[in-house]
């Protein structure tokens, strides 16, 4: 028996084939992904300028305060620092959630219009990597809210018992 080393190609397609409502629910989704992307983008900008902000808001509200003057700058200082922390970090996420939607929405469908395979690969890469980012922080904030619950049934249990 001879052996050849051309390539077999199948009668039919192997592997998944795009349907025509297939692509075109993918176009739209990717036309909705950029719009979000283009969203968080603008949402990311608002929350660093808080982040800057925040800050000289802190320090307009301890003018207002009724404590003495020895302690009438530390919520600003607190709040400056650790507003700026807080906000920037959000916003640095937030940007990277958005940039990760907004590559995912452009590559599908220019991988729709195209009718290119690896683009559209490259795209459902971006749409992981979207939902993985979102997965650890929605694990992060759940851990958060048990930690708080449980601290919150420790002080009332301490207060009970005083």
């Known amino acids: 028996m001879e052996e050849t080393n051309e390539p077999i190609i199948p009668a039919q397609p192997v592997g998944l084939v ?18 979000l992307g283009i969203m968080g983008f603008i949402g990311s900008g608002f929350l660093m300028l808080l982040a800057f902000f925040f800050g000289a808001f ?5 003018t207002l305060s009724p404590y003495s003057q020895s302690t009438r ?9 650790g507003g700026f922390i807080l906000y920037g970090s959000l916003a640095v996420v937030y940007f990277f959630i958005s940039l990760n939607l ?11 219009e195209l009718g290119d395979s690896i683009q559209l690969s490259i795209a ?17 904030v759940l851990c958060l809210y048990g930690l708080i619950i449980i601290g ?3 002080i009332a249990a301490f207060i009970m018992h005083r």
């Open 124 to 140: 459902f890469g971006k749409l992981k990597l979207f939902f993985k980012i979102k997965g650890i922080i929605l694990i992060a």
């Open 73 to 81: 700058h530390f919520p600003a200082i607190i709040g400056g620092v």
């Open 58 to 62: 802190m320090s307009a509200m301890s």
């Open 18 to 35: 795009l349907l025509q409502d297939a692509q075109f629910f993918l176009h739209e989704t990717g036309r909705w992904a950029k719009f």
């Open 102 to 112: 907004y590559q995912f929405g452009d590559g599908v469908k220019q991988a729709v």
């Open 152 to 154: 919150g049934i420790i």
